[in-house]
Structure formats: C-alpha cells, structure tokens
C-alpha cells in the first residue's frame, strides 16, 4: 500500500455518512476536514443570500426554516427537512392551480428547488431517494405552465430507457437546430431545462439529459459510458423539427467531460460542443483526488461520496482512486484527435476541475477553439458578484451556440 492510499485509509469515508470524515492527505501534511453539519449550515445560509451555486433561487427563510429540523449528519433527517418545507409550498400550488395559476406555478418552482436541495447532492439514501422523486413532480407540475411545451420523451437504450426533456419553438417553419445539454454531477435536467429556455426565442430548441450515473440515467459513469449520449444524438437526428445538421452538445463539468468526448468521437454528427470546467487528465490521478477533491471547500459538501455513486463498480475510495485514471482522455488516446468546434469555459481559480486540464485541451486538436478563461474565476468559471452562473450562460455559452449553430441572432441575449 502506498503513502497515499494509506494516508487516505486511516479515515473513514462511508457513503452512509452526509460528510466525510476529516483526512489528514494533503500534499502538505496539513488536515483538510470536510465542513461540519454547523459549517455547513453558515456556508449554504451565505450562499442563498448571495444566489449561489448549489442554492441559487432558492429562499433564503425556506432554507433557515429546514436547517432548524436538522441536528445530526443522518441524510435521511437531512432529507425530511428540506420535504417538509416543499410538501408546503407543493400543496397550496395545488390548490391554486384553478384560482391563481401564477401563484401555483411559483410555488411549484419553490418546492422543486427545496426538494432539490433536500436530494442534494445525491440520493444518496431512502429519504434523499424520495425528495429527488417529489422534485421531478414539482417540476414536471412547474413545467405544464411553460409555452412553448415541455415534452418528456423516454429513449430506448439497452433494455432500458433514457428520459429527456425536450423543447422546441413555437412556430417554427423549418427544422431547428438543437442542443443536446448534459448536467454535472450534481446538477440536473431540470436545471438545464429551466436554464436553456433563454435559448428558445433564437429558434434553437434544446434536449437536456442526466448524464451517466446521475439522475434518471440507465447506467453509470464508465469509460464508454458516452455511448448513451451518442443514443441521444440518434434520437435526436431523426426526430422530427429538428435539424438533424445542426446539433450541438453543452455539458458543466461532468457533462463538460462527455462534451469533450463526444465532440471527439462524434465530431462528425456535431456542429460544436461547449464544455465548461470538462475533466481531461489531471483531474482523474490519485494526486488531484488526494490534494484537492477531499475536503474541497469550493463544494458545499460530499464531493468525494458523489464521485463514487455514480462510478459503475465503485464501494470504496480504493476503487475510486482506481477508476478514475482510466477516464483521462490522455490515457484513453483520444486527446489531440480531430474534433468538433468546441468553447472552453473556465476559471484559473477552480479547485474541483484543475486548470491545466482546460489549457491541455485547448492545445489539442486540429481546429481552433475559443476559450473564456476567467482569471478570476472559480469552478465554471463564476466569481461571486461579478460571474454569477446566468450571467456566464446568458452572456457566453448562449451567443456561441446561436452563432455556432449558424443562427442570426438579432437584438440582445434575452
């Protein structure tokens, strides 16, 4: 056993826990713990008020209101008091939904981001299991709103299926070009869909997706995984009102990662691919796990617990440090190979994907890339007050997919 696993080894990491335990690995010597419960609490209050990541929309009373149901580390308490606000908010939406439609879609959107937050980051137990289920009613209910519709459509893949949300303009006289949006490792299709409604008035409609080992995904992160996502972009070729030559993909960090990939190997059925904050190389050996993944303090909490539930064979941080070395693009050959157009978003600052890993990809390849690299940018390049995650996808990732997908945009992002 080497110094690093056995430095690892001395704690333990279980996924039954809502935190780790502290781990004394850090290149340093020094402990980097995880946050503790009332950390945690402080942390996430600071982030409602400021509208940040992973609580961004999400009340700031409603937040406060739950942590005061929560005393332990227990995922399922953690769980039942995030519920017991949404199950609130859910039923006087559905008492309104006849008188004040208004009001009954805005308590919907405040029970889906409550029950999402009460899942969050995984579910990762019995309790999260339900809050994830009452976050898709709540935003399946929020979405019957949305003009134009929002379709759930459910893609055969390997005795399974793959569930996607789908949205096209109104009106449209030609087929559309889509993109095919692929959300993080704690992110979801929801998320995405709510996002990329900015998208619709360019007369681009979008397809958003779990990625794999997330969400409502048929199978887990492997290293042909991608293989799922290129079942998307079949379906989404032979749909009908879209434009099967002009599709692009967009994927955040996890999803930036099969957006490198696919813009790789499906170059050839894709206009371009955005990836932002994409995992290349460095982000998958043991080192970066031991010195910056355990205990991040940019993560609100279970960065580490995440990873491994959605790693296909993966019960012990041994086989995580195993594992992921094998999903480097470097070790899979496949960097430097030709690829679709791509934009690389980041920040220099980012602690959960390296930046190195973003500037080995942009000297890679045959065709020119355009980069937003934020100096002062954190994970996907957002900076507190000034790269608010909307403002990122608003004012960069959306105008080069319109222009990408050869679109005339007229008048300013929406």
């Not at 992110?187 to 997330?214: C, M, Q, W």
């Not at 995650?389 to 222009?403: E, G, S, T």
């Amino acid at each position: 056993m080497n110094r690093w696993m056995a430095a690892v080894l001395t704690h333990t990491i279980s996924l039954s826990l809502l935190m780790f335990a502290p781990a004394d690995i850090s290149a340093s010597g020094q402990q980097r713990p995880e946050r503790t419960l009332e950390e945690i609490k402080t942390e996430a209050m600071a982030r409602a008020e400021q509208g940040r990541y992973p609580l961004i929309g999400l009340d700031v009373g409603d937040v406060r209101e739950a942590f005061q149901s929560i005393h332990t580390t227990d995922k399922d308490e953690w769980a039942a008091a995030f519920m017991a606000v949404g199950d609130r908010y859910m039923a006087e939406g559905k008492a309104l939904e006849s008188t004040d439609p208004a009001k009954a879609n805005a308590d919907y959107i405040r029970a889906w981001r409550v029950y999402s937050f009460g899942r969050w980051p995984t579910p990762a137990s019995p309790g999260k299991q339900r809050s994830y289920a009452k976050a898709l009613q709540a935003f399946l209910a929020h979405a019957r709103f949305w003009d134009p519709p929002l379709e759930v459509v459910h893609i055969p893949f390997e005795g399974a299926e793959i569930t996607g949300y789908l949205r096209l303009p109104k009106n449209a006289k030609a087929p559309v070009p889509l993109v095919i949006a692929v959300n993080g490792l704690d992110s979801r299709k929801e998320d995405l869909s709510e996002s990329f409604a900015a998208i619709l008035p360019f007369g681009i409609g979008f397809l958003a997706v779990d990625g794999p080992g997330t969400g409502q995904a048929p199978i887990k992160v492997s290293e042909n995984a991608e293989r799922m996502l290129s079942r998307v972009i079949d379906y989404a070729q032979s749909r009908p009102g879209v434009d099967k030559d002009r599709i692009a993909v967009h994927g955040v960090s996890w999803g930036a990662y099969w957006a490198t990939k696919l813009a790789i190997l499906e170059r050839g059925r894709l206009k371009g691919a955005s990836a932002q904050s994409p995992p290349v190389d460095a982000f998958f050996q043991k080192e970066f796990l031991a010195n910056s993944l355990v205990g991040n303090r940019e993560y609100l909490f279970d960065q580490v617990p995440a990873l491994m539930a959605v790693m296909d064979g993966v019960k012990t941080l041994d086989d995580l440090a195993e594992t992921l070395p094998k999903m480097s693009l470097v070790k899979q050959d496949l960097l430097g190979k030709p690829t679709a157009p791509m934009l690389v978003i980041g920040g220099a600052l980012d602690t959960q994907v390296p930046i190195s890993d973003l500037y080995l990809l942009l000297s890679k390849g045959d065709v020119p890339k355009v980069a937003w690299i934020n100096p002062q940018g954190g994970h996907l390049g957002r900076q507190v007050g000034v790269w608010p995650d909307p403002m990122i996808f608003k004012q960069v990732i959306i105008p080069w997919l319109v222009h990408t997908l050869g679109v005339e945009a007229t008048g300013d992002v929406p």
